[in-house]
């Protein structure tokens, strides 16, 4: 299901995403990254509150193939 919004953004961030060519595809994969990261980010805290250390990247993988490859072990 999707929903129709309104925003109000910034000239420059307007320009931008409309750039991008389809504005609610490009939106929306990079709000899902976010809600990703925030996730990662909970459950981080979580073992680090249970004492458990982790690492979430492999030597040398960029931001955005660590958040990739999290989304699928999330299913995403």
């Known amino acids: ?10 000239d420059d961030v307007a320009a931008f995403v409309k750039a991008k ?3 609610s ?3 929306a994969r990079i709000l899902r990254r976010e809600m990703l990261a925030e996730e990662l980010g909970k459950s981080a805290r979580v073992r680090a ?3 458990i250390t982790t690492t979430a990247a492999t030597p040398g993988e960029s931001e955005e193939d660590t958040l990739e490859r999290w989304g699928r072990v999330a299913g995403r």
């Not at 299901?1 to 910034?10: E, F, G």
């Open 1 to 10: 299901m999707t929903i129709n919004m309104t925003m109000s953004l910034p």
């Open 21 to 23: 060519g389809n504005a």
């Open 25 to 27: 595809a490009y939106t």
């Open 49 to 51: 509150e249970a004492g």
